[in-house]
């Protein structure tokens, strides 16, 4: 599956943003979907991740209550919605996909990962 992640930008602290992943290749139903993301010098890291159906998503401690993880498989689509955006969620966020399962919060665990796109939070 190709993962096509769009929506970053720079925005000032306590701002919005709405990233999307566009998959193409394969049944995007199929796949367990995740964001994570990478800031300068620092390990990639697991922001949150949504199931098959929808239905159930986990968020890192880090972004709950102010990120959403959601799908829309009819679209091939999934979305991050980031609000109240602090400057230490500036970074390099990706999308990946799964298939075979797996710890939802490794980078390991994903086949598929998308280009990443930046997002900059200024103070």
């Known amino acids: 599956v190709q993962l096509q992640a769009s929506g970053g930008g720079l925005v000032q602290a306590g701002g919005s943003l709405r990233l999307s992943c566009a998959a193409s290749?394969?049944?995007?139903?199929?796949?367990?979907m995740a964001w994570f993301r990478q800031a300068p010098g620092k390990a990639r890291e697991f922001v949150a991740v949504?199931?098959?159906?929808?239905?159930?998503?986990y968020h890192a401690d880090s972004v709950k209550g102010r990120f959403t993880i959601s799908r829309v498989n009819a679209k091939n689509t999934v979305y991050l919605q980031m609000n109240s955006l602090k400057p230490e969620d500036t970074a390099v966020y990706s999308c990946?996909?799964?298939?075979?399962?797996?710890?939802?919060?490794?980078?390991?665990?994903?086949?598929?990962w998308g280009q990443g796109t930046q997002v900059t939070v200024s103070s």
């Open positions: 990946a996909a799964d298939s075979d399962g797996g710890a939802y919060y490794s980078d390991g665990t994903y086949e598929y």
């Open positions: 290749g394969r049944t995007f139903s199929n796949y367990v």
């Open positions: 949504v199931l098959r159906n929808g239905g159930t998503t």
